[in-house]
């Protein structure tokens, strides 16, 4: 359940504008798009993302 709301919020970011970030610690790192790897995200934006969509 909780992979499904990280993969969510993932994609909205794309739909704000947001690109790939290779850092782990962002939930638009490319890996959050990977099952597997998902869990190793975290569910929220660093501050760089999150700045972009204000
Ligand atoms: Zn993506
Ligand atoms: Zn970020």
């Known amino acids: 359940m909780e992979r ?3 993969i969510t919020l ?7 504008g947001l690109d790939h ?3 782990k ?3 638009m ?3 959050a798009e990977r ?3 998902v869990d190793n995200t975290k569910n ?5 993302c999150y700045n972009s969509i204000e």
């Open 44 to 48: 929220h934006l660093c501050s760089k």
């Open 4 to 6: 499904i709301i990280k």
């Open 10 to 16: 993932h994609e909205i970011g794309h739909n704000y």
């Open 29 to 31: 790192t490319d890996a």
């Open 25 to 27: 610690n962002c939930l």
């Open 35 to 37: 099952i597997s790897t």
């Open 21 to 23: 970030f290779t850092d």
